[in-house]
């Protein structure tokens, strides 16, 4: 599931836990799946990824190639 | 006034050899005045091209200083009001065209030009190009805040479009790094000065469109109004305009507006404040989870309380069967104690009743015993009533006799007292009788037969 998907189905969830009248095993079913969720989501934006390329070239389709970004001024 | 008085003197004294007598004699006040409104109204607001010499900004905040060229100088002002708008430092050498107005400063009779506005010589027709390219791509729509693109709530990649040897990347990459770590950056090079940054500028961004990025920042850093001129670029306006993808522009600093500026989805006032812009999503998306967690975990706990809460009342409400029996026996005990006890008040109630009942029924040889009794009684009484009734009367007759008898006249007679009766009547009185009837007198022991003799009235 990618990002975006998990966010509205997140959110889908905390409506759902917020509307109450659900039964103790589907609230604690969406609970476990909230929670789990909530923490990808939040992995992935906190996860120190940085991936900074530099564009070399794209080519006509839209094919690019990429290198490391190195601080050219250092 | 002593001025005005001398003239007049003056006037007065040379009039017979003035021969020009049409001639208008001016005090120095109203000539300056008359200077001031010719020059004023002839001159109006000018335009004047010049050197500045002599350059001195005033603790007020005003800027003194002379306009000249090879031949010629004046005066010049520019107030705060007015120079606080200019994007450049004036000083002395410094080629300008300003704008102002020609007046008379009349306590000093010395005239002077008040700018309004001052423009380096070369800048100006860049600015007025700006302005122009500016202007059409207004009209055209460019601009219209209708056409600008929202940033993505959650961009994953961005690629900026700059110099990758200049402060701006460097800028742009610390604050991704710091605030949002998670989106990928591709920096795609260009030159951003001189003669070939504007092409150069162009193809970047053709190429950055075609990595489908979800943001695309264009800017570099600060710099003089040249330096930053190829962002005024009207194809690569269009360009920018043009694009599906949201564009940030970035150039140079707060104070520097270019065409990018105008035509991008967002100006940021500098590379940093863009790379903010960017990274300002996630952390918003952060909190945004943050709290939907904490909203998960309020509703679940929240949920769990209400189903316990349930269980335990329904919990409540089930019994034990063994308790249930008990509870029927002793309930059973208590009914029977409490029928025992109902059955032994009513029957003590049966009873008193019973009694009085019995009390009040009189059986029949009772009865006539008792009549027996009462007849033997009242026969008794009837007897001894009777006898003393007897007695009674016994004695009463013999009182009333004895009463009787002593009323009787015959015990006067036995007295020695005797009775006359004439017909056997009682003569009570002379008048009863007459001589010769026949009377009767009765003694104790019979009568004596006489007749009367004589009447005798009295004694």
Known sequence: ????????????????????????????????????????????????????????????SGKATTEPFKDEES | MSQDTSNTTFETSNSSSNKNRDAVVYSVEQLNVTIRQTLENQLGIIWLQAEISNFKPHTSGHFYFSLKDSKAQISAIMFRGSNSKLKFKPHDGLEVIVRGRITVYEPRGTYQIICETMEPVGAGALQKQFEQLKEKLKLEGLFDSLRKKVLPSFPKHIAVVTSPTGAAIQDILNIMKRRAPHVAV????????????????????????????????????????????????????????????????????????????????????????????VAKSSTELLQKLNQWERLIRNSFEKIFR?????????????????????????????????????????????????????????????????????????????????????????????????????????????????????????????????IGDDIAVRVTDGYIQATVKGVQNGF
């Open chain 2, 186 to 277: 591709t920096v795609v090079p260009a030159v951003v000065q001189g003669a070939a940054a504007a092409p150069q500028l162009r193809e970047a961004f053709t190429k950055a469109v075609m990595l489908q990025p979800d943001v695309i920042i264009i800017g570099r850093g600060g710099g003089s109004i040249e330096d930053m001129w190829c962002f005024n670029d009207e194809a690569l306006a269009r360009l920018i305009s043009s694009c599906d993808i949201p564009v940030i522009s970035a150039v140079g600093h707060e104070i520097d507006f270019t065409i990018c500026d105008f035509v991008a989805d967002l100006r940021a006032p500098t590379p940093s404040a863009a790379a903010e812009l």
């Open chain 2, 306 to 434: 209400l189903k316990v809460q349930a269980a335990v009342n329904v919990g409540k409400r089930l019994i034990d069967p063994k308790r249930k029996l008990m509870d029927y026996s002793v309930r059973n005990d208590e009914l029977f104690s409490r029928l025992e006890q109902a059955t032994k008040v009513y029957l003590t109630h049966q009873r008193k009743d019973l009694n009085l009942l019995q009390q009040r029924m009189v059986s029949p040889v009772q009865l006539v015993q008792k009549l027996k009794i009462s007849n033997d009684h009242l026969k008794l009484r009837l007897l001894a009533e009777t006898k003393k009734n007897i007695t009674n009367s016994h004695v009463h007759v013999k009182s009333l006799m004895s009463l009787l008898d002593s009323l009787s006249p015959l015990r006067v007679v036995d007295r020695g007292f005797s009775i006359t009766q004439k017909n056997n009547k009682v003569i009570k009185s002379v008048s009863e009788v007459k």
């Open chain 1, 1 to 60: 599931m990618d990002f975006e998907k998990k966010l509205s189905r997140l959110e889908e969830i905390v409506q759902k836990m917020e509307g109450g009248d659900l039964t103790l095993d589907d609230s604690l079913k969406l609970f476990e799946e909230g929670i789990k969720l909530s923490r990808d989501c939040q992995g992935q934006l906190t996860k120190a990824e940085a991936q900074v390329k530099k564009l070399v070239a794209i080519d006509s």
